[in-house]
Structures are given as C-alpha cells and as structure tokens.
C-alpha cells in the first residue's frame, strides 16, 4: 500500500434540493487542483451522511440529479496522477434510509427514533441488528467490488445503545434482561464490532481501512491507520497532541486530520486561514504523524481555489522535510498510563498540556504495552494499578527508573491502599475537603514561593510513612465551602497545617495527594505545573532535550531514525478571542536559545536548506544547539 503523508478529506454531505447539482464538476480540473497542490492521498465520496450515493448503485440512492460516476471519475483522475484514494461511506448516519425505513433506526431508551438537533447530524442513527445491515454491507461490497479503491473510510461508527424490537429480542433471547440498561450497551457494541469484523472481510488486507468513531484499541487490528479526526479551531488546541501521544503507541501510521474550517464540518465559508492550518500541519510534525485536512466539497461539484492554493505552498513546505522526516519516530522520555480502553480524560489533557509546556516528551499508554522505554512512568489521577500493571511497575522501579502517581493514581483495584511497598506512604481515604491547600517544604528550590496553594480538585488523604521525605504539607480551611441554613460558606481561607502531607517520596517514587493534572486542565495554575516540574526533575535528572530561553507556549520535540534526530520547534500558539481560539499570525523566537539534546552529533543544521548550526558538546553528554530567530516552526538535523 502506497503511504500516506500528506492527504486531504474530502465531505461531500449533500441536501435534497440542490437544482445545479454537479454542474461544475469536472474531474480532471478536480484531480489537477489536488495534484498541484500536493495531495498525495484523498478520503472521497461514495455515500454521504444522507444517504444518498455519487455512482449509479443498484442497491442504494443515487443523489437525484447525478449524471454519470462520480466516484469511479474521481479514482480514474486521481490515479492518472498517482493519487490514491479511500471510498467514503457514512456507516452510522443514512438519513434517506432512515426517513424510508423507521424500522432500521436505532431506538432509544425512550423509544425515540428522532430526538435532538434535528438541523445537525445525530437526530437519528441506523440500527446495525436490522434490515439496515444487509443494505450497508451490500453498499459497502457494491463500492469495494466494482471500483478500484485504495480503501474504504467508514464514518460515524460511534456506539449507540438500540432498544429497538430486534436488539431488546436478542438479548432476551440469550437469558439476558432487556431493562439492563448495561446488557443493551453491551449488546449493542458486540452487534458494531461483528459489524466491523465483516467490514474488515470485505476490504481485506491489501486496501486502507478506516473504522471512524472506533475507540483506537477495539480497532487496531482492523484499521491499517489512524486518521486522528480534530478541528482544533472548534474542539479545542489541547484535543490533538494527547490524542497523538496514544495512537502512534498503537499504530505505524497516524494521521492529524484537521480541516479548512473556522467553525465545524460543513462551514461552507468558512476559512480559518494559511497560518492556522500551518500550525496544524506543524503539529503534525512535531509528533511525527502525517496530515490530512478536512475541506467540504460544493454541491455543484468544486473545490475552493485560494484554499487549495495555500494548501499547495505548506504541503509543498513539508514535502521538502520527507526525506528527513520518513521513517523518523516520536521520541519519548514519559510514558502516562491510562486505563486499558484508552480513555483521553481532563488527566490525560493537563497531563500531556504541562508536560509540553515544561518540554517533556511523553507517550500516552496502557497496561498491555511495553513500558520497558520510557525513564518515567505517570499515573495521573485516577488510575488504579491491576495485577498486570503491579507487574511491570515493579519491574521499572526494580530497573532505577521513577514514577510519579497524583489523586488516586498508585491505590490498589480495590482503593484500600498502594498497590505497591515501594509506595512508602499510609492511605487515609478520600479527601472530602472541597478547598483544602498545599505549601511546599523547599519553596525556594521548587521556585513556587512561600505561601498555601490552592489544590481545587481533591484526590485523598496521606501520611508519610518511614522512609518518605515530605516535600509539600497539607494546609486545611477554616472550613468547607458549604450552606448551614444562615450562610453560603464562599470564603474559607487557609487555617493551619495539618498530620497529612500534600506531597511526599521515597526513593524514586513521589506521589502528589490531589488530582494535579485534572486542575491544571481546568485552571491551568502555575504552581501546580511548578509542583510537576519539581518532582519530574528529580525523577528524570538527564532528560530527553533541555532548553533555555524557550516560552511556556512554545514545543520542542524530537523524532528519530537510526542515522539523525530531528528536533522540532514550534513558537506559534492560538490566542483566545471572544469565544473562539484564533491563530492568525506566527509568533517569533528571538535568536540565541538554545536546545540541549541528549547524545553526541557530529553535524547540525536547518532542514531543508542545510544552513550550518552553532553547536557545542554540554556537559553529561549533551549537544548544545544555538537557535536561530524562528518565526512559526522551524526543524533542525542532528546527524550522528
């Protein structure tokens, strides 16, 4: 299968009505806009989010007005020019089916067939257990069979709970009660993962496919990729990086999926701009993913020209970088765990956000990896350790490394206390103070000032055991925030220190009593980011890369192959206006930073122009690189 590294995802979502519908289409001028632009790989339309089919089906809905194969045109126009090319087909959403047959709908639990927004997309879903199936995976063997498709993307495969006749009579049938709110979740996921297994048969192994709305882990083994769907502008800049940090743990190829768009899918005119969309693709790079972008193709079949003009010059920018950037892997000190589904919560998000501002690089993984990698292990929050990850944390301490536990991260399956000896701190229970604080022992070396911290999302209680060493006090309020029936208790400062401790270690564990990651996502506090850094510099004394002179909002990253590292720097950063976060400029980095990188190079310089780079050996076996002015996004050689 040919690679995929710079794509564009094409919706062509198409209403009833449209009376020059197709009128301006014309693939080769299409193809021809892709190609000069760069496009290596399109995601293109077979059937749409209404259910209606752009090829002459003999199964489903042919868009009223279609003239001619627009599908097979576009495959025939794209691989003259050695574009590849997925089919799109809507899986969950066929509105069209859906208005003509209520009965392949799913039902929720109060027996709805349409419910919510019906202006948006989600008012009505299709039930994978009725007539619904056999249609779909005839679509799908229609398109797969008669059209030379390098894949398939099957969209809007998200797991939806059906109390329709058909689901509530299976899992009676199997002794099961269908008023278990739980049995029909369950049910419901076993009827779309067989759903995904047929689907897998039919495209096979020698074509891309892509189960969209699958979490990442259920569908590894049958997805060749992953397109990491997020259009930061609209879902927020912290959705792509630890969305990233999981998916390149769990496949080769990831892709950011992005999008043109200002607001959401199906922003017609909508644009966010050339230095929006090269932070994106910038991103991309720093987690050494690939990109695609999201565009909405017009009904009367075209392409906006100035969009694809800008997307032609950065992917021209980033095609220049590929034979560095080929084969080059994210490189990672941290490994953060989370629960074996996969879960990306606020933990994971301020986890991945505080680690990028201090210039860690972490991965985000799960109990069945490999963990042996990473100098550092994280459980944030609200990770309890099982038998099998007892095992391989005890391995890790066993081998000198450290971990840092926070919240409830470290307890036992059974919260009755650390699951490990190492641990050497006793376990009081929940904390059920709503506004407790934390003062450091060592303000001055921690660099977070002599004063009690608000703590604002609690985890539990701790005491340090012998052989601990307490680094932050546990500082309780007058009292809670509370009503007594005379007044709503808003203020409750600091009163005094208390038996328990805010943050302890032992040895090369140290765990932070409350949930710090969670409330930097929600508050973004500064000294929690400085508690962090603190333990993390004493966990991890030879990072990955060190700088100096580098702002909070800029990322510095590395990715590798056998021969060089890349190092990525990146200064450009949204600003908040209004409601919305805007990037419409490119931040600059005044020369004379620099970057340590751990390992000795022999020679240093900018991609792709080959401009020589200031360097020196530091001390410990660092390579000192002085940096340049950088404007945006800059990446640099190291070559061993």
């Known amino acids: 299968m040919r690679p995929i590294r710079r794509a564009i ?117 299709m039930c994978y257990k009725s007539g619904y199936h056999d249609y779909i995976t005839g679509i799908i063997r229609e398109v797969m069979g008669n059209y030379d498709a390098d894949g398939l993307f099957c969209d809007c495969m998200g797991l939806r709970a059906c109390y329709g006749n058909e689901c509530l009579e299976e899992i009676k049938g199997a002794g099961l009660d269908p008023l278990d709110d739980g049995e029909v979740i369950r049910h419901s996921r076993e009827v779309l993962m067989d759903l995904c297994r047929e689907i897998k048969a039919i495209t096979g192994n020698d074509r891309y496919l892509i189960l969209n709305g699958i979490p990442y882990r259920d569908s590894k083994d049958m997805n060749t990729h992953i397109e990491i769907e997020c259009l930061p502008s609209a879902w927020g800049y912290d959705n792509f990086w630890p969305q990233a940090a999981y998916a390149r743990t769990l496949q080769k190829t990831v892709l950011y999926m ?60 980033i095609k220049a970088l590929e034979p560095w950037t080929d084969g080059a892997a994210y490189m990672a000190d941290i490994g953060i765990l989370t629960d074996s589904d996969g879960g990306i919560d606020a933990a994971r998000r301020g986890a991945v956000r505080m ?136 203020y409750t400062p600091p009163e005094k220190k208390t038996e328990y401790v805010a943050a302890a270690c032992a040895g090369n564990v140290f765990h932070i009593c409350f949930k710090i990651f969670s409330a930097y996502y929600n508050h973004a506090m500064i000294s929690h980011k400085k508690l962090v850094a603190y333990c993390l510099n004493r966990i991890l004394p030879r990072p990955l890369i060190k700088c100096a002179g580098i702002p909070s909002t800029a990322r510095v990253t590395l990715t590798g192959r056998d021969d060089m590292v890349l190092l990525h720097v990146k200064t450009t950063h949204p600003e908040v206006r209004g409601k919305m976060n805007i990037i419409e400029e490119h931040q600059v980095l005044p020369a004379g930073a620099s970057v340590s990188v751990q390992g000795i190079y022999a020679k240093v310089y900018m991609a792709p122009s080959g401009e020589r ?24 050689v190291l070559e061993k």
């Open 9 to 125: 995802h094409i919706d062509f979502h198409t209403m009833p009505g449209i009376h020059d519908f197709g009128s301006r289409w014309d693939p080769e001028k299409f193809a021809a806009m892709l190609k000069k632009a760069g496009v290596e790989y399109i995601n293109a339309f077979a059937k749409c989010n209404l259910g209606f089919a752009y090829y002459p089906t003999e199964i489903g809905i042919p868009y009223p007005g279609l003239k001619g194969d627009m599908l097979k045109e576009t495959i025939e126009e794209c691989h003259r020019r050695d574009i590849g090319v997925s089919a799109y087909v809507n899986v969950g959403l066929d509105h069209e089916q859906a208005r003509l047959h209520r009965e392949w709908c799913v039902v929720n639990k109060d027996g709805q067939v349409i419910y919510g927004d019906k202006t948006a997309n989600f008012f009505r879903n």
């Open 258 to 317: 992005t999008g043109r768009f200002q607001a959401s899918w199906g922003d017609f005119g909508g644009y966010k701009g050339r230095a929006s969309l090269e932070n994106d693709v910038w991103d991309a790079q720093c987690n050494g993913t690939g990109i695609s972008v999201g565009d909405h193709m017009h009904p009367a079949g075209f392409l906006e020209p100035s969009v694809y003009e800008d997307v032609g010059e950065i992917f021209s920018e």
């Open 355 to 490: 680690l990028g501002e201090l210039k860690h690089s972490c991965d985000i993984v799960n109990e069945d990896m490999d963990l042996s990698g990473y100098k550092a292990l994280i459980l944030p929050d609200n990770l309890p350790v099982t038998a099998v990850l007892k095992v391989k944390l005890q391995k890790h301490l066993d081998e000198g490394k450290g971990i840092l536990s926070t919240g409830e991260g470290g307890l036992d399956s059974g919260k009755t206390g650390f699951a490990l000896e190492h641990w050497k701190f006793k376990y009081e229970g929940t904390d059920t103070s709503n506004t407790s604080y934390f003062r450091m022992r060592e303000e001055a070396e921690s660099g977070i000032g002599d004063m009690d911290q608000a703590m604002y999302d609690h985890g539990i209680l701790i005491k340090a055991g012998e052989g601990a060493d307490i680094l932050a006090d546990y500082v309780k309020p007058y009292f809670n925030r509370h009503w007594d029936g005379f007044h709503g208790y808003f």
């Open 613 to 636: 780079l200031e360097f020196e050996p530091a001390e410990e076996g660092y390579t000192k690189v002085v940096l340049p002015e950088i404007k945006g996004y800059r990446m640099i």
